[in-house]
């Protein structure tokens, strides 16, 4: 199964009073792997809303383990879970430079019909696309 790795260094813009990487960043690295998934699925962003879809997020959790710190270098890899027929979860996992498990994510993301705002079934073309990164 393939997945999207991602990886960035740790900046001191990111670092919060108790020391280590603000909870907000890891929101912020999902977000941009997620749009990167995407993008690796061949539904890039732009794409979908040209298309008349708007992919939302329907739920994030998080799970934290251990924390990130400056000199540490964060790692994701992001793949799909379940695949339904408007829907995607998306999972993703953040490791450090040891490949120590620092934070467990999940999203749904829903994709909507830009002009109803209700659900959007996927061709089943682009569900197949999803299907390539389903992990187990």
Known sequence: MPKLTYSS??????????????????????EE???????????????????????????????????LYLHNTMHLEMWCGEVGYASVL????????????????TQKALFLDAQSRKPKRFTPEQRAQFLLYKGD
């Open 90 to 105: 998306i999972v993703g996992e953040i490791f450090n430079e040891e490949r120590t498990l620092v934070a467990k994510a």
């Open 33 to 67: 792997a997620r749009q990167l998934l995407l993008a690796q699925v061949g539904l890039p962003i732009p794409q979908l809303l040209e298309g008349g879809i708007i992919p939302i997020i329907a739920s994030f959790t998080i799970e934290y383990k251990y924390p």
């Open 9 to 30: 260094p740790i900046f001191t813009y990111q670092i919060d009073f108790a020391g280590h990487v603000n909870n907000g960043v890891y929101f912020q690295w999902l």
